[in-house]
């Protein structure tokens, strides 16, 4: 059923009168952001957040939580701005389940933390002119990711459309990772190309599949 959340209500006002500029900082908490997304659940508004405002951003959707998350709607309504700190402190009150964190980009993940296949460490990538989307498929063709997905029994989700090919970023780029997690990687390419949001989902279903998306 369609609501407000209560905190965008008491503060909208407020927030509006005093929120005008972006702060110079490398933490994407302090910049200043505008969303205008009536009746949202609360992945649509992390991705819409991020795609509205070029935010880079790592949203891990907790697992078998995609179905009864894009239930709950919210109307998130600050046309003027707000500071990301601010927004994201109100909207884990209404997205609960989830804690965020900022630096150079956006993080959402579980609360209490649930470990992922992006914690699996790559001792050694090197990509050399190769797309965005590219990376994402070779991170998942490394022993050590492999390994993981076969130990917990878990498959990557391929019958999916990316949602990257809606976005497509046609500029190659050379990479080069070592002793970085697959998290780091993807928060990498959220900061240097075109992309600016992955999400991680799953697992879910009979075969325990996990989607890793960038868009």
Same mark, same amino acid.
């Given at each position: 059923?369609?609501?407000?959340?209560?905190f965008f209500?008491?503060?909208?006002?407020?927030?509006?009168?005093?929120?005008?500029?972006?702060?110079?900082?490398?933490?994407?908490?302090?910049?200043?952001?505008?969303?205008?997304?009536?009746?949202?659940?609360?992945?649509?508004?992390?991705?819409?957040?991020?795609?509205?405002?070029?935010?880079?951003?790592?949203?891990?959707?907790?697992?078998?939580?995609?179905?009864?998350?894009?239930?709950?709607?919210?109307?998130?309504?600050?046309?003027?701005?707000i500071?990301?700190?601010?927004?994201?402190?109100?909207?884990?009150?209404?997205?609960?389940?989830?804690?965020?964190?900022?630096?150079?980009?956006?993080?959402?993940?579980?609360?209490?933390?649930?470990?992922?296949?992006?914690?699996?460490?790559?001792?050694?990538?090197?990509?050399?002119?190769?797309?965005?989307?590219?990376?994402?498929?070779?991170?998942?063709?490394?022993?050590?990711?492999?390994? $993981?997905?076969?130990?917990?029994?878990?498959?990557?989700?391929?019958a999916?459309?990316?949602?990257?090919?809606?976005?497509?970023?046609?500029?190659? $780029?050379?990479?080069?990772?070592?002793?970085?997690?697959?998290?780091?990687?993807?928060?990498?390419?959220?900061?240097?190309?075109?992309?600016?949001?992955?999400?991680?989902?799953?697992?879910?279903g009979?075969?325990?599949?996990?989607?890793?998306?960038?868009?």
């Amino acid at each position: 059923m369609k609501r407000a959340a209560p905190f965008f209500t008491v503060i909208l006002g407020m927030v509006l009168s005093c929120i005008g500029q972006t702060a110079p900082d490398a933490d994407v908490s302090r910049r200043s952001v505008r969303l205008m997304l009536p009746g949202a659940s609360c992945p649509e508004i992390f991705s819409g957040l991020a795609m509205m405002n070029k935010l880079p951003t790592g949203f891990q959707q907790r697992a078998g939580a995609a179905g009864a998350e894009s239930e709950g709607k919210h109307d998130v309504l600050f046309q003027n701005g707000i500071h990301l700190g601010m927004l994201m402190t109100g909207l884990m009150q209404d997205c609960p389940g989830y804690s965020w964190s900022g630096g150079n980009v956006l993080s959402i993940s579980p609360s209490p933390r649930e470990g992922s296949v992006l914690d699996v460490v790559i001792p050694q990538l090197n990509a050399e002119q190769v797309s965005a989307q590219d990376l994402l498929d070779r991170l998942f063709e490394t022993p050590e990711v492999k390994r $993981y997905l076969k130990d917990q029994k878990i498959s990557r989700r391929t019958a999916d459309q990316p949602l990257s090919s809606n976005y497509p970023d046609p500029k190659k $780029y050379s990479f080069s990772f070592s002793n970085r997690s697959v998290r780091d990687i993807l928060n990498h390419i959220v900061t240097t190309t075109r992309y600016k949001i992955w999400i991680h989902q799953g697992p879910e279903g009979a075969g325990r599949e996990v989607n890793v998306r960038i868009f």
